[in-house]
């Protein structure tokens, strides 16, 4: 069966400190990966998304990165952290974006 | 542009029905999808619709209407664990799940 690992589970870090933030997927290949954004009371917002290896569409622009080195793996980075940028990251799979998403446990991100 | 609505906020009681309402305005349209996210967790799979008409799962039912851009959750015989946010998402050829604000249920005894 599929999962999707996330980690950590908690980040908190200074102003000004870079992020890098994994997600790895077992039991499918060529999945369809996704980083979103959830900040307090909203809802949640796509960062970027990727259909193969070195692959990355960005739909927020932003002092984020996004980075697949691997098949199963998706990385999202910062160098230099806002505090605009605390909040819950969740990363997601599918196999064909159209028989709904698996997310993983997400991050919950503060920036002090 | 895309839009997705919802209310946000809706309370209910114990054994009782409730109907969430999302209505969408996007650029393409294969399908919604509604998730279910307890407070500090991630958001899990509930339904999904691409055809007109209601889908049924359980105390769950979804339904959709895709000429008036219009979808509902209704829940049947509240549970306390029903508390939680309920997430309407609308999918699009070539991007990704783009979702609403989310609609917070609170289910009182």
């Known amino acids: 069966s599929q999962t999707i690992h996330q980690w950590p589970a908690t980040l908190v870090q200074p102003v000004g400190s870079p992020l890098s933030l994994e997600c790895t997927v077992e039991?499918?290949?060529?999945?369809?990966l996704y980083w979103y954004r959830q900040a307090a009371g909203r809802g949640l917002q796509l960062l970027f998304y990727?259909?193969?290896?070195?692959?990355i569409s960005s739909e927020v622009p932003q002092n984020l990165s996004a980075s697949r080195p691997q098949d199963r793996q998706f990385i999202l980075s910062s160098k230099k952290l806002l505090l605009s940028d605390s909040g819950f990251y969740l990363c997601a799979w599918s196999i064909d974006g159209e028989h709904g998403y698996t997310f993983g446990s997400g991050t919950r991100l503060t920036v002090v | 542009g895309q839009n997705i609505d919802q209310p946000t906020e809706m309370t209910a009681t114990e054994g009782a029905i409730v109907q969430i309402n999302c209505t969408y305005q996007?650029?393409?349209?294969?399908?919604l999808f509604w998730y279910q996210q307890h407070a500090g967790e991630a958001p899990t799979f509930l339904s999904y619709?691409?055809?007109?008409g209601l889908e049924e799962k359980g105390r769950f039912s979804s339904f959709l209407s895709r000429s008036k851009g219009y979808s509902y959750l209704l829940l049947k015989e509240l549970q306390m664990k029903d508390s939680a946010s309920y997430l309407c998402?609308?999918?699009?050829?070539?991007?990704?799940?783009?979702f609403g604000k989310g609609t917070t249920l609170s289910v009182s005894s």
């Open positions: 998402a609308v999918a699009q050829a070539g991007t990704a799940l783009i």
């Open positions: 039991g499918t290949s060529n999945p369809n």
């Open positions: 996007t650029s393409g349209f294969n399908g």
């Open positions: 990727s259909v193969g290896i070195g692959q």
């Open positions: 619709n691409v055809l007109d």
